[in-house]
């Protein structure tokens, strides 16, 4: 599936009683290189509509996202791992930590799913459970 995707990603934080799911669906880029898939788009912020573009790289053992623009971060996951990542934002940088407690990759011919569950520390104090599917299929 090296070609033009549509990607849809859902993202749940959970912060204690409270539950904050987000949705995105987009047109992107994907190829497999080294063992590795890579997805590529571009996402605009909502109230300044600047560009932020999107590359994810994973396979069944870890993933990674990076993130450029209005907001920029490499968030990596691993299993059973602890990373740490320096989210930046227009209002100043975060250290963020990031314990991925499982990563889950199903392969189609015309589909693939990612689905990640982990823990988002700020400062060494968890903030959320939080987990991230991404579908992608042949546009």
Not at 102 to 116: H, S, V
């Amino acid at each position: 599936m090296d070609k033009d995707v549509l990607i849809k990603i859902i993202g749940l934080q959970v912060v204690g009683d409270e539950d904050d799911e987000i949705e995105v669906l987009t047109k992107g880029q994907h190829y497999f290189k080294n063992d590795q898939h890579y997805i590529l788009y571009d996402e605009y912020e909502e109230e300044t509509e600047e560009k932020i573009k999107n590359v994810i790289k994973f396979n069944a053992n870890r993933a990674e996202v990076s993130r450029e623009g209005f907001i920029s971060a490499k968030l990596e996951f691993e299993k059973g791992k602890m990373n740490q990542t320096l989210y930046a934002t227009p209002l100043g940088d975060i250290l963020m930590e990031i314990k991925t407690k499982e990563i889950k990759l199903k392969e189609k011919d015309d589909n693939i799913n990612l689905k990640i569950d982990y823990e988002l520390y700020a400062d060494s104090e968890k903030l959320s459970d939080s987990e991230i599917e991404i579908d992608i299929n042949e546009a």
